[in-house]
Structures are given as C-alpha cells and as structure tokens.
C-alpha cells in the first residue's frame, strides 16, 4: 500500500510539473504534412527544387530517459571522466544540447520508454531499461524524465515522438495483459500531462524477431495502434503509429490504423532504395494521404550528392538520424551509445547537422 501510494503521488508530481505552464506547441497533421501550432513546419521552404514544407527532419536520442536497473550491468556505463553512471547527469546534459539541435532546424526527437541498444546492436539485453514494471504500471522516475524533456521540447516547438516498447526491453512485462496496461498508461498519462507536442511510435521495429509477446508482433501490433487511437481526454486523443526494421515496408493492417507511417532506413546502402520504400508504401493498400517518416537511418555520407537523407526528402519524406558508437570509437560518437555526449562532437553528428541546416535553410 505505501509503495502503491507512493507511485501514484510521483506521478501526480509528474502531471503538477506538466501543468504547471500552459504547454504552447501543438503537432497536428493535415494530409500528408506535419504542422505545428497550426503552421506547416518549414513553412515556404524547399531544397534543390523539393518540397520541405510540412516534413519533420528529427533525429533517434532515444536514451534521454535511460538508466540501468541491473546493478550487474550497471557499472557498463560509466562516464570516462567520473567512473560512474549517472541517469540526472544523462538528463541535464540532454536537455543542455536540445536548443543547439533546435537552432539547426531538428524538429522532433524520437525518446523511448525501454530505450534502445545502447550497445548500437545488441545479441543479447542484460541490462534493464524499462520505463514500465513488471505488470506494466509506469515508473515514477522514468516518467519524471520525460516530462523533462516534454517540457524543454515544448519550449523549443519540438515534437517528441514517444516509444513504448523496444525489443529485447519488452520481456521485462510478465505478458500480454501487462503490455496492454502498460500502453494504457502510458497513453493515459500523456493524454493528461497536457502536452501536444507529442507522437506515439507504439513500439519500434514491430518485425525485429526478438520480441516476446504477440501483441507487440506485425500480425497484432494495430490492435495497440487502434487502442492508443481510441483513448481520448478531454476530446483529445494522440497521433500514432509504428515503425519495421530497416528496408521493411508497412503492412496492410499497420496503414489501416495508423495516423503517420514509419520507416527505417538501416542497412540501406543505396539511395535509390530509399526512395523505392517510400513509393512502395504509398502502394499499400488502405493508404491515404498521410505523411512517411523516416526516424531511424544508420546511413550517412551527408558530404555526398546522394545520400539516404537527401532521397528521403526527395521523395517528400521525413527523415531520422541514427548514430550509435561504432567499436573503438570514443565518446564523442553516438548519441545511442551509453554513456552519451550530447553535443554536436564528431565529424558525423556535424555532418547531419549542416546538411539539415541547409536543407531547412536555418542558420545556427
């Protein structure tokens, strides 16, 4: 009862903070374009005679939530400089690169509740970073997290896109019921945390083989898809979708349900197939206009004329960075890789970041 009482009164703190200003950034969709606040975003701008205009170029951080609960594993992430892991450190040094990204033209971050490989790939996930408990209640200090980052992407007119479930994390619930009540709540407290910056990818990579339970598979996974479309506060519900691995097309019944489509772009090494899935997924049956996002793509060559992300906008799709650290590389690389430097500090993150102020016409 006291552990019970205590839950529920952090996560009414979580919702005071949230409240606590009147969130001022409101995502919407109209057709196949994004807006914000009721404006395309990129309004008036295109790039090499494409159309920018409604897209949503955003980027993969989705460890700004993380922490390990294993304390066999814990120890993996140590900070070089301190020796130890630190989830308020991983948090404040997040939030204090965000307007940088911002001032480069990103608009939208994907965060996810079980994180993603900090490794970059993983066989094996020993460590345990779930945002949910075992019988899919939210956890307190994950949720106290996100509204973090809430609160500073909706300063800076972000979009975050908000993960639930992640391969490899997701045997962290006992079973079914425990994803569906974890989905449940997750949706319920976004809903009521008054923020509008908000898509939901429901789980990432609905196809990757590792996941547990059926739900969270692409024969089932639009049930989760409809259930977050049907749960409504205040006459408001959440856009949402979910994304495959890379080079995947959505199915049929993801199409369907969804408000936005998802795409990876990992392994990918030709352009020109980048701009065949996007044309393909326009082909799905149940398809209408409605926008594509790429937000994961580990294929780079940003210095070339044809890269992933220039096919991408190419073709009137959004794009996602995905940079993780590579074996042997330092900390400055990776903003998957845990422990993470924030900051614009390699080569690579510097490349995306000055072709995506090209592109959006920004001038950090």
Known sequence: MIRTSFTFLALLACAALALAAEPRTRVSIVSDAFQINERPTYAGRSWNGKRIEGLLLNSRMVQATFDDLNPQTRERWAYPDTKVWDAGRNLREFLAAMPEWRKHGLLAITVNLQGGSPQGYSKEQLWHNSGFTESGAL???????????????????????????YFGQDQRLKDEAAVIAATDAATNWLLKSGFRNVLVEVNNECNVKAYDHEILKPDRIHELVDRVRRTEHDGRRLLVGTSYGGGAIPRENVVRSS?????????????????EMVRKTRGVPGYRPMPILFNEDDHFDFDQPSNNFASAVGEYASWGYFDYRMKDEGFDEGYQSVP???GISSAR????????????????
Not at 159 to 164: M, N, S
């Open 139 to 165: 956890r307190p200090e994950y949720i106290a997290r996100l509204s973090r980052v809430l609160e500073k992407a909706d300063e800076l007119s972000m979009v975050l896109i908000v993960g639930y479930f």
């Open 340 to 342: 993470v430097n924030w």
């Open 259 to 275: 408000d936005f489509l998802l795409l990876h772009g990992n392994g990918v090494k030709e352009p020109e197939r980048i701009t």
């Open 349 to 364: 993150k510097r490349g995306f970041f000055k072709l995506l102020s090209e592109i959006t016409g920004e001038k950090p």
